[in-house]
């Protein structure tokens, strides 16, 4: 069965970093899409970027510039970089394996105010 494990998550302060990995399990990872999606309380959860298995990306128009994903395939992991975080950021970061939906547990960021 698919696993997808985050870690990385914490509280950081405005303007500062964080790198979130997901550890992927039971299928074929260096052949699929990954993703990474947020979810704020009151709110929706939102997808934030994509990497396709030839390693293109997409993000939302709200972390463009600031985020980036990118893949390890010989680790099986797929990692979001998040520079510049502001205060909006704050929410559970949950990788996704699109191919059947499958979701990790999540990670809690916290940019403070």
């Known amino acids: 069965q698919v696993q997808l494990v985050e870690s990385g998550g914490g509280l950081v302060q405005f303007g500062g970093s964080l790198r979130l990995s997901c550890a992927a399990s039971g299928f074929t990872f260096r052949s699929y899409a990954m993703a990474w999606y947020r979810q704020a309380p009151g709110k929706e959860r939102e997808l934030v970027a994509v990497?396709?298995?030839?390693?293109?990306?997409k993000y939302a128009e709200s972390v463009k510039g600031r985020f980036s994903i990118f893949r390890d395939n010989a680790k099986n992991t797929v990692y979001l970089q998040m520079n510049s975080l502001q205060s909006e950021d704050t929410a559970v970061y949950y990788c996704?394996?699109?191919?059947?939906?499958?979701w990790g547990q999540g990670t809690q960021v916290t940019v403070s105010s």
């Open positions: 990497i396709s298995s030839d390693g293109t990306t």
């Open positions: 996704n394996f699109p191919n059947d939906g499958s």
